[in-house]
């Protein structure tokens, strides 16, 4: 019988809970996985551990997702957090809440996440069909009728594509559903890798400082060459998306205070990943750098007096040595380079202009941003199926009748914590109510 048979692309989040709920609702499913295995990209969410969502309320949980979190407004009000932490709760998964709201079960293990959606479709009679990989989605007179994969076709009266986005390739999700949608009509917005390291034209130095964690700095981002950064315009407070929702003046991009690291190809880390987006999109119109305040603490006049004091009570000890007080010991070297002062000079004997060019390396220390790591670094995709030609309300296309999406398909990307997790899970469950109901 195929008069109430939904074919679902995709066993992720998304595809997993749609194929979930349309089943308990009654709806005949085929849940179609190109890979072995379904919950490949949730098993290594979360570092494996699986950042399911968070503890923010509903107006900052949107703003994570930036200009086209508004989407979520309606998905979110029908299926949200409590929601769906009540649905693992009946499959025995219980959850604990950490920083920054950040919420994991609490074994720390993804697979008891990816066993609970198991366990739901089980329970409702879904069908699992895994290595299956398709081609194309058939419709007739402007309605979805099934899709082709390459054993064959499987007719349908709904279609739902749950494909993912182009992140983590290895788990399956290599932009499939980006065609499959653009085959029908539907607009792909500009596909740009987000929550992504950045590549330094500083190659050595950074390596010089490879492996070196920050913690407490602040990073900004600046819509110019390095050399040509004003630091009278560092900021003093934060700017960036769900901080602000008032641009940061012109030439900043965004302001972020947090934990960020150095790698052999350029910097990563918390705040590096959570500016990366719109640092990839300043890159398509010029140059774009970046200054870490390594002392955000002490404003400048604060951070001379220091640098004096610390000169004048170890005189007699060399500049390298005064500077293990002041850094990370893999940065030593690198500063001795950069500020030009010998690394033996005794303290006492470093004069004020010295001091003003170590200063300005520990309150601006720069590097100019040459491009992203590559989508398969990333850990979400920004871009994909346009939000205008989805309906929020059901996930519905307004293109083809019949049709369906959810997840990361659509042109939805969140910061870290959880975000992107919990949108995949809610609107999975509208469009497979939505697609149940059809």
């Not at 009748?401 to 469950?429: H, I, K, R, W």
Request: glycine letters at 10%; one cysteine or more; a neutral charge.
């Amino acid at each position: 019988m195929i008069d109430n048979r939904i074919i679902i692309i995709g066993a992720g989040a998304s595809g997993m809970m749609a194929a979930g709920r349309a089943a308990e609702l009654g709806a005949n499913i085929a849940l179609l996985e190109k890979t072995e295995h379904p919950g490949n990209k949730v098993l290594l969410s979360g570092k494996t551990r699986c950042n399911l969502t968070n503890a923010k309320e509903l107006d900052d949980f949107i703003a994570m997702f930036g200009s086209n979190g508004r989407f979520l407004y309606s998905a979110f009000h029908r299926y949200f957090r409590d929601d769906l932490l009540a649905f693992f709760g009946r499959y025995n998964v219980e959850t604990k809440t950490e920083r920054g709201g950040r919420i994991f079960p609490v074994s720390d293990d993804a697979r008891d996440i990816t066993k609970a959606l198991e366990r739901y479709m089980a329970d409702h009679g879904v069908q699992l069909l895994t290595g299956i990989r398709v081609t194309g989605i058939q419709v007739d007179n402007g309605r979805a009728a099934g899709v082709q994969t390459e054993e064959g076709a499987f007719p349908a009266a709904a279609v739902i594509l749950a494909t993912g986005s182009a992140s983590f390739p290895k788990t399956g999700s290599t932009g499939d559903g980006y065609r499959l949608a653009a085959a029908l009509g539907h607009t792909i917005a500009k596909l740009r890798p987000a929550l992504v390291p950045l590549r330094v034209s500083e190659v050595q130095r950074a390596k010089s400082m490879q492996g070196v964690s920050l913690r407490n700095v602040r990073l900004t981002a600046y819509r110019c060459p390095a050399d040509e950064i004003n630091p009278m315009l560092t900021p003093t407070t934060e700017w960036g998306r769900g901080i602000s929702d008032r641009q940061p003046p012109w030439p900043i991009i965004e302001s972020r205070m947090g934990e960020m690291m150095v790698t052999h190809f350029g910097i990563g880390g918390p705040i590096t990943l959570l500016m990366s987006l719109p640092i990839v999109d300043a890159l398509e119109n010029g140059p774009v750098s970046v200054s870490i305040d390594l002392k955000p603490a002490l404003v400048e006049k604060q951070l001379r007096l220091r640098l004096q004091r610390d000169f004048d009570q170890y005189g007699k000890r060399g500049y390298r040595n005064i500077l293990k007080g002041l850094l990370p010991q893999k940065m030593v070297e690198p500063f001795v380079e950069m500020t030009g002062i010998p690394p033996d000079q005794p303290g006492h004997r470093i004069n004020a202009e010295e001091r003003e060019r170590l200063l300005r390396c520990l309150k601006s220390l720069r590097f100019n941003i040459k491009e992203p790591l590559s989508m398969a670094s990333a850990m979400v995709t920004a871009g994909g199926v346009s939000l205008k030609e989805i309906d929020p309300r059901t996930m519905a296309s307004r293109l083809v009748e019949g049709l369906y999406f959810c997840g990361e398909v659509m042109d939805l990307d969140g910061d870290t914590g959880g975000y992107n997790l919990q949108a995949a899970f809610s609107t999975g469950y509208i469009a497979g109510e939505s697609a149940a109901h059809t």
